[in-house]
Protein backbone atom coordinates (compact mmCIF):
# COMPACT_ATOMS: atom_id res chain seq x y z
CA UNK A 1 0.00 0.00 0.00
CA UNK A 2 3.16 2.35 1.00
CA UNK A 3 4.40 1.77 -2.53
CA UNK A 4 1.65 2.88 -4.39
CA UNK A 5 1.47 5.55 -2.84
CA UNK A 6 4.58 6.81 -3.26
CA UNK A 7 4.27 5.68 -7.08
CA UNK A 8 1.40 8.47 -7.21
CA UNK A 9 2.99 10.69 -5.23
CA UNK A 10 6.29 10.98 -7.85
CA UNK A 11 3.70 10.37 -10.87
CA UNK A 12 2.18 14.54 -9.23
CA UNK A 13 5.74 15.37 -9.05
CA UNK A 14 6.33 14.74 -12.54
CA UNK A 15 3.13 15.81 -13.83
CA UNK A 16 3.57 19.01 -12.16
CA UNK A 17 7.18 19.64 -13.79
CA UNK A 18 6.05 18.85 -17.32
CA UNK A 19 3.25 21.30 -16.95
CA UNK A 20 5.10 24.01 -15.38
CA UNK A 21 7.56 23.60 -18.34
CA UNK A 22 4.83 23.81 -21.03
CA UNK A 23 3.42 27.12 -19.37
CA UNK A 24 6.68 28.64 -19.23
CA UNK A 25 7.39 27.84 -22.49
CA UNK A 26 4.22 29.65 -23.89
CA UNK A 27 3.70 32.56 -21.64
CA UNK A 28 6.68 35.05 -20.83
CA UNK A 29 6.26 36.75 -17.64
CA UNK A 30 7.01 40.48 -17.93
CA UNK A 31 8.83 42.44 -16.97
CA UNK A 32 11.11 39.34 -17.47
CA UNK A 33 12.72 38.63 -20.14
CA UNK A 34 13.77 35.59 -21.08
CA UNK A 35 15.12 34.51 -24.04
CA UNK A 36 14.76 31.09 -26.28
CA UNK A 37 17.63 29.71 -25.23
CA UNK A 38 16.52 30.33 -21.99
CA UNK A 39 13.38 28.39 -21.75
CA UNK A 40 14.97 25.44 -23.42
CA UNK A 41 17.33 25.48 -21.15
CA UNK A 42 14.71 25.58 -18.52
CA UNK A 43 12.79 23.01 -19.88
CA UNK A 44 15.95 20.61 -20.03
CA UNK A 45 16.69 21.37 -16.80
CA UNK A 46 12.99 20.13 -15.75
CA UNK A 47 13.15 17.21 -17.77
CA UNK A 48 16.64 16.33 -15.84
CA UNK A 49 14.82 16.94 -12.46
CA UNK A 50 12.35 14.39 -13.56
CA UNK A 51 14.80 12.07 -15.50
CA UNK A 52 16.77 12.01 -11.99
CA UNK A 53 13.89 11.13 -9.75
CA UNK A 54 12.78 8.68 -12.16
CA UNK A 55 16.08 6.86 -11.92
CA UNK A 56 16.20 7.41 -8.36
CA UNK A 57 13.00 5.52 -7.96
CA UNK A 58 14.09 2.99 -9.90
CA UNK A 59 17.18 2.34 -7.89
CA UNK A 60 14.97 2.58 -4.68
CA UNK A 61 12.60 0.07 -6.72
CA UNK A 62 15.99 -1.93 -6.97
CA UNK A 63 17.31 -1.98 -3.65
CA UNK A 64 14.00 -3.09 -2.57
CA UNK A 65 13.47 -6.00 -4.44
CA UNK A 66 17.30 -7.22 -3.07
CA UNK A 67 15.69 -6.99 0.11
CA UNK A 68 12.55 -9.00 -0.86
CA UNK A 69 14.86 -11.65 -2.04
CA UNK A 70 16.74 -11.99 0.74
CA UNK A 71 13.91 -12.14 2.71
CA UNK A 72 12.87 -14.56 0.18
CA UNK A 73 16.13 -16.66 1.07
CA UNK A 74 15.55 -16.29 4.86
CA UNK A 75 12.17 -17.78 4.75
CA UNK A 76 13.37 -20.66 1.83
CA UNK A 77 15.86 -21.63 4.26
CA UNK A 78 13.51 -21.85 7.55
CA UNK A 79 10.69 -23.80 5.14
CA UNK A 80 14.24 -26.57 4.30
CA UNK A 81 14.28 -26.64 7.99
CA UNK A 82 11.07 -27.19 8.78
CA UNK A 83 10.45 -29.89 6.22
CA UNK A 84 13.72 -31.78 7.51
CA UNK A 85 12.18 -31.44 11.11
CA UNK A 86 8.65 -32.66 9.90
CA UNK A 87 10.77 -35.47 7.96
CA UNK A 88 12.62 -36.46 11.11
CA UNK A 89 9.36 -36.23 13.32
CA UNK A 90 7.96 -38.74 10.45
CA UNK A 91 10.90 -40.98 10.96
CA UNK A 92 11.08 -41.05 14.61
CA UNK A 93 7.29 -41.67 14.36
CA UNK A 94 7.60 -44.71 12.01
CA UNK A 95 10.46 -46.22 14.38
CA UNK A 96 7.87 -46.32 17.22
CA UNK A 97 5.43 -47.69 15.32
CA UNK A 98 7.18 -50.58 14.28
CA UNK A 99 8.35 -51.26 18.06
CA UNK A 100 4.67 -51.03 19.15
CA UNK A 101 3.84 -53.25 16.47
CA UNK A 102 6.71 -55.78 17.27
CA UNK A 103 5.65 -55.76 21.15
CA UNK A 104 2.38 -56.56 20.04
CA UNK A 105 3.65 -59.37 18.23
CA UNK A 106 5.68 -60.60 21.30
CA UNK A 107 2.37 -60.97 23.54
CA UNK A 108 0.94 -62.94 20.51
CA UNK A 109 4.07 -65.57 20.66
CA UNK A 110 4.65 -64.45 17.02
CA UNK A 111 8.46 -64.09 17.45
CA UNK A 112 9.47 -63.71 13.77
CA UNK A 113 7.04 -61.58 13.49
CA UNK A 114 8.56 -59.25 16.47
CA UNK A 115 11.85 -59.79 15.90
CA UNK A 116 11.71 -58.65 12.24
CA UNK A 117 9.17 -55.38 13.14
CA UNK A 118 11.83 -54.42 16.35
CA UNK A 119 14.86 -54.97 13.37
CA UNK A 120 12.23 -51.80 11.24
CA UNK A 121 12.24 -49.69 14.17
CA UNK A 122 16.15 -49.89 14.76
CA UNK A 123 16.95 -49.39 11.14
CA UNK A 124 13.91 -46.35 11.21
CA UNK A 125 16.65 -44.83 14.11
CA UNK A 126 19.49 -45.19 12.09
CA UNK A 127 18.24 -43.06 9.34
CA UNK A 128 17.22 -40.49 11.89
CA UNK A 129 19.41 -37.93 13.52
CA UNK A 130 19.59 -40.55 16.74
CA UNK A 131 19.61 -37.39 19.27
CA UNK A 132 20.74 -38.26 22.99
CA UNK A 133 16.87 -39.21 23.73
CA UNK A 134 16.72 -41.61 21.30
CA UNK A 135 20.01 -44.16 22.25
CA UNK A 136 17.36 -45.41 25.30
CA UNK A 137 15.29 -46.42 22.71
CA UNK A 138 17.83 -48.34 21.21
CA UNK A 139 18.80 -49.75 24.45
CA UNK A 140 15.18 -51.12 24.79
CA UNK A 141 15.07 -52.23 21.32
CA UNK A 142 18.45 -54.46 22.02
CA UNK A 143 16.67 -56.34 24.78
CA UNK A 144 13.42 -56.80 22.83
CA UNK A 145 15.63 -58.17 20.27
CA UNK A 146 17.62 -60.17 22.08
CA UNK A 147 14.60 -61.68 23.72
CA UNK A 148 12.75 -62.78 20.88
CA UNK A 149 16.12 -64.14 19.36
CA UNK A 150 16.26 -66.01 22.38
CA UNK A 151 12.69 -67.36 21.66
CA UNK A 152 14.10 -68.63 18.00
CA UNK A 153 13.50 -72.38 18.52
CA UNK A 154 9.75 -71.06 19.23
CA UNK A 155 9.56 -68.86 15.40
CA UNK A 156 6.75 -69.46 13.34
CA UNK A 157 7.68 -70.35 9.93
CA UNK A 158 10.13 -67.93 8.86
CA UNK A 159 11.21 -66.18 5.96
CA UNK A 160 14.97 -66.12 5.86
CA UNK A 161 15.77 -64.19 3.35
CA UNK A 162 13.82 -61.14 5.14
CA UNK A 163 15.38 -61.09 8.28
CA UNK A 164 18.99 -61.31 6.14
CA UNK A 165 17.96 -58.67 4.09
CA UNK A 166 17.13 -56.38 7.70
CA UNK A 167 20.11 -57.20 9.22
CA UNK A 168 22.31 -56.08 6.37
CA UNK A 169 20.23 -53.21 5.49
CA UNK A 170 20.90 -52.59 9.46
CA UNK A 171 24.62 -52.96 8.95
CA UNK A 172 24.94 -50.69 5.58
CA UNK A 173 24.14 -47.36 7.62
CA UNK A 174 26.84 -45.43 8.28
CA UNK A 175 25.43 -44.53 11.92
CA UNK A 176 25.59 -48.65 12.80
CA UNK A 177 29.20 -48.00 14.08
CA UNK A 178 27.44 -45.76 16.99
CA UNK A 179 25.61 -48.58 18.04
CA UNK A 180 26.45 -50.30 21.45
CA UNK A 181 29.19 -53.34 20.81
CA UNK A 182 27.08 -55.67 22.48
CA UNK A 183 23.83 -54.84 20.03
CA UNK A 184 26.22 -55.52 17.17
CA UNK A 185 27.87 -58.53 18.45
CA UNK A 186 23.94 -59.54 18.30
CA UNK A 187 23.11 -58.41 15.27
CA UNK A 188 26.16 -60.24 13.68
CA UNK A 189 24.91 -63.69 15.71
CA UNK A 190 21.30 -63.29 14.48
CA UNK A 191 22.65 -63.07 11.26
CA UNK A 192 24.92 -66.19 11.60
CA UNK A 193 22.31 -67.79 12.69
CA UNK A 194 19.52 -67.35 10.18
CA UNK A 195 20.43 -69.89 7.70
CA UNK A 196 19.95 -72.11 10.84
CA UNK A 197 16.37 -71.26 12.30
CA UNK A 198 14.43 -73.73 13.19
CA UNK A 199 10.75 -74.31 10.68
CA UNK A 200 7.58 -75.27 12.10
Request: aromatic content about 12%.
Given at each position: ??????I??WLI???????????????RIQ?????????IG???T???????????Y?I??I????K???????QKE?????????S?Y???????????????????????S?ICL?????E?LLS??????H?A???N??N????????????ET?????L????????????Y?N????LK???T??K???S?????
Amino acid sequence: MNKTKHIYCWLIVSLLCSMTAICLSLFRIQPFSVSESAYIGIIVTLMGIIFTIFVGYQIYNIIDIKKELENFSLQKEQLKESVTKLSEYQTINEAYNFNNRGMLAVSMSKYYSAICLLLKSLESLLSSSLLGNHWADVDNLKNNIQYCFLKRQEFETPENDELYKLIINIMNYPKYNNLPDDLKQLLTEIKKNNSTLIHK
